[in-house]
């Protein structure tokens, strides 16, 4: 089996929902931002205080690369990951995209206390969601061949993509 590669918004559910697939389909979890971490020696936080955005960017699309060489993997993209054209052509041709699709209230609930991702630290956290969430959804819809409902739990969003995905 090819990667399933998944995408959405940050707090969608991608890490959880993706450990939970990947058991259910006996397969490889990769959470890309952990990738980069652990490749950088540095949090997404201290990338982003030292390289900036476009350096964070950068790494991102190397992951992609390194990432795409694999196989029967499940794969967690960062939230940003698949607004690039680049990361969607690189991903796409290993396996199936699938968006997890959670609706603006969830994902405000999901994030209220995050303190990790760098995006957020703003003093208007929900105008911030909705402003990345309305900018970046119709990439994600472009990027994706599969959507599924991110707002159920997680072990019921892995067995409908693993349903969506034979």
């Known amino acids: 089996m ?14 959880t929902v993706g450990k939970n697939l990947a058991k259910l389909a006996d397969m490889k979890f990769i959470d890309m931002d952990k990738y980069i971490e652990d ?7 201290e990338i982003f205080a030292e390289k900036g955005e476009d ?3 950068d790494m991102e699309h190397q992951a992609c690369i390194d990432l795409a060489k694999e196989n029967n993997n499940v ?3 960062g939230g940003g ?3 690039f054209e680049r990361n969607t052509e690189v991903l796409s041709k290993t396996g199936t995209i699938v968006l997890i699709d959670a609706s603006y209230k969830t994902l405000c609930d ?3 206390n995050d303190t990790a991702r760098p995006l957020l630290q703003t003093e208007n956290r929900n105008e911030k969601i909705r402003e990345l969430l309305d900018s970046r959804m119709p990439l994600y819809k472009k990027a994706s061949s599969i959507t599924v409902n991110g707002n159920l739990p997680p072990k019921k969003v892995a067995q409908e993509i693993i349903d969506k995905v034979k």
């Open 2 to 15: 090819n990667n399933i590669i998944l995408c959405g918004f940050m707090g969608c559910g991608k890490t």
């Open 110 to 112: 999901r994030l209220k």
């Open 75 to 77: 794969i967690a993209a």
């Open 55 to 57: 350096g964070f960017r």
């Open 39 to 45: 490749k950088a020696q540095m949090t997404v936080k």
């Open 81 to 83: 990951t698949l607004t």
